[in-house]
Structures are given as C-alpha cells and as structure tokens.
C-alpha cells in the first residue's frame, strides 16, 4: 500500500506532492501514466524507490546547463526507468527527462543561479533528489567580428532616417575625406578591411590634459580636449608612411570642453541626426565624432589616426571615430563593458560587451546602437538605455536616442 500511495504521488507529478511549483515544459507525463500502470496491475508487487544519483557536477552553458551524474546504487527492486533533472531559481523551475547521464537542462536564463538536482524514477515512482549543483549559464562570448575582416561602412549613412548599421546624418557628404588613397589594409573583396594590417601616425608628443566629469543639474564635462596618452606627430610628415595615404596637414590644439549634458537623459519621441564634429566624449577626455570621413566614407578604415586612434581636424581639434584602445576602461571577460563615455544627449556609452560578456554587434543593437537594460549610473542602478561599441562600422552611435545639446 506505502508502494501504490507513492505511485499515485509521482502519477501527479509534485503538483499536489509538495516538491514545487514546477512550470517545467517537459514533464513526465509518459512516466507517470507507465508508473501509475505499474502500481495497479503490481499492487502486490515488493518494489521501493529508486536510491539517490550520486557524483552530481554541472557544466553552465548559453541558456542551459549539462548535468553529469551516477545511478544510485540501488534501483529499489524495479529497473530505474528514467532520471529527472530539476534546475531552479526561486519558485521557477525547468524539468528535463532522460535515460541516462548526461543531461542538457535547456531553457534557462543567462545571468540566473539555478540550483540542479537529479532524481531516479522507477515503477514506484520519483526517488529522493540528489545534492544540488549551483550553476549560472551565460552567453558564450565570441569574437564576433574577424578583426581582419571588418565589415567596410561606405556608404552606409542616412539623411532620412535612422538604420541600423547607418550613421544619421544631417548633413550631405562634402567630399572632404581625409585620406587620398586607398591602403594596403582595404581587403580585395571590396567589402571588408583589415584592422590588424591598417597602419597609424608615427611618433609620441606628449600633452598635459585636464578632463573632469560632474553630476549635477546637468551632466558637467569639462576639459581641455587634449588626451592623457601620447598622440602622433601631426601634421603627418612627409617621411611618415602614413603621408602615402593620408596627409592630414592639421596641428592639435588645445580646444576647450565646458558642456552640460542631460543629467537625466530620457528617450525621445524620435531619434535624432549627427551633425560632423564633435558627438560625445571619451573617458580620455578626448571629442568623439561620428564614424563619417566627411566624404562618407568609413573614417576608422579610411583616415589614417595615431596609435591611440586620434587624429586632428581643420581647427586642431583632436578627436576619435572610435572607441580607443588606450582607454584605462578595460573590459572583463564575462561581464557588461565598463563605462567609456558620454554622448551628447546625456546617455552612456559603453565598450563592447553586453550583458554577461556577450560581444554585440549591429544585429544585438538599435538604430542609434544602443540598448535598455539594468545599469549603473552614477553610482545607482537604473534601467535605462545606453549605447555600445562595436568592432563594425558604426563603431560607436548611429544616431542620437535622447535630445543631444550643442556641443562644440
Ligand atoms: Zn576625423
Ligand atoms: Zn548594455
């Protein structure tokens, strides 16, 4: 009788048990009715439940995790017939069932602890559950862009409206780009370029620079414009093998920040275009403008920056069309990029990985390149939008998501 009453326990599965309140997409429907079978028709048969599986361990994968386990060592008297795999986060659970070890628990949030366990069922019904495995899956983190395969942005610019992959432009392309010809780096395929071949500016000057970012009514930025790191000798000397591409004939000058961005920065009804010039600014102190040569040509493949990815313009403003790789903000493996800058509406911008350390491109991203979700703001978590980095063209913004202020 203690055998039947267990049987009819596992036929309804936990629900009316006490196990849990498991919204499990695969249950063990076929279990329960073979197990309820069995306790009829072997009412007076001697069987207990199967012992514990033993030696649980747990891999996490990208939205699953793997369990590795042992049979128990006894089978109560009737062969075990399956094996459950439970994983939970609080009162959410996934159920998976299978014959024998591994298994691959699928269906779970990246970011999320689960607790897994493994149980053995026979024809009495569900056994008692392992230990439990603690476990997070995560997003595998790729290489999502071949760096010597770079998806070329030429042409890939909008006066019309926002895209994703375009940069918003008010403007009409002038013809202005900065380099006269073609570099070795630009791949045959006409595509793509490589960013492991591209050459930069030659030499080290060093600058005194001042940055200073402020919280109050308004997101204070202030600074000298000049960077922390050493720039390349501009204008580009005529020895500089760089001058066979790009003669940027322009010396860098000190050109003073006193902006105030939207300290509360909020999406706006519609996006908004990027003018030429300055965009945003870097964590380096340094103005970012927008991924245009001016000619509309993809400036990061075309115009010829130093080693920290600077360069000057006309008036001796320095400035990225990236995100530099001198930046102290690094990024760590398996976690959101840190913070790499602020951009004229007010939003952050950040380095290339997303949530869990998943390197994003254009495809994870909106039209401006951005995206919503938990962040730390100021020191205050907040779900609010912010734009990424890519290693594609845009690189950085495509368009403004708040109302950017003048900035100069
Ligand atoms: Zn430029
Ligand atoms: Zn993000």
Known sequence: MKQFSLAICAAIFLSACGGSSSVASSTTSGTSGATNGAGVTN???VFNLPGTPTNVTGIAGDGSVTLNFMAPASDGGATIASYTATCMAGSVSRTISTTSSPVVVTGLLNG??????????????????????ELTPVVA?????????????????????????????????????????????FNSDGLTWNSLSKISVQGAVNWTSSFLVSFGSTLGITGNGLPPNPTGTFPIASTDPAYAYDRNPNAIAQANIAWGLPAHPVVADKPRCTGLGAIGVLLDGVRLFNADDGANRDAVAWEIQDACQGHPERT?????HNVSSCLTQKDTPGQHSPL???IADGFGL???????????????LDECHGHTHMIVVNGVAVNQYHYHQTKEFPYTIGCYKGTPVSIN
């Open 112 to 133: 999320t602890k689960y607790r897994c366990n493994v149980a053995a069922v026979n024809a009495a019904g569900v056994g008692a559950v392992s230990a439990s495995v």
């Open 316 to 320: 001796g403003k320095y400035h990225h």
């Open 340 to 342: 790499v800058g602020y």
């Open 141 to 185: 983190t790729a290489i999502a862009i071949d760096p010597s395969k770079v998806p070329l942005g030429d042409g890939k610019f909008s006066q019309t409206g926002p895209a994703v992959g375009y940069v918003y432009t008010c403007y009409s392309a002038n013809g202005g780009g900065g380099a006269s010809s073609k570099g070795p780096w």
């Open 43 to 45: 009412a007076s048969a």
């Open 350 to 364: 950040y380095g290339n990985l997303g949530e869990n350390g998943k390197a994003l491109t254009n495809a994870d």
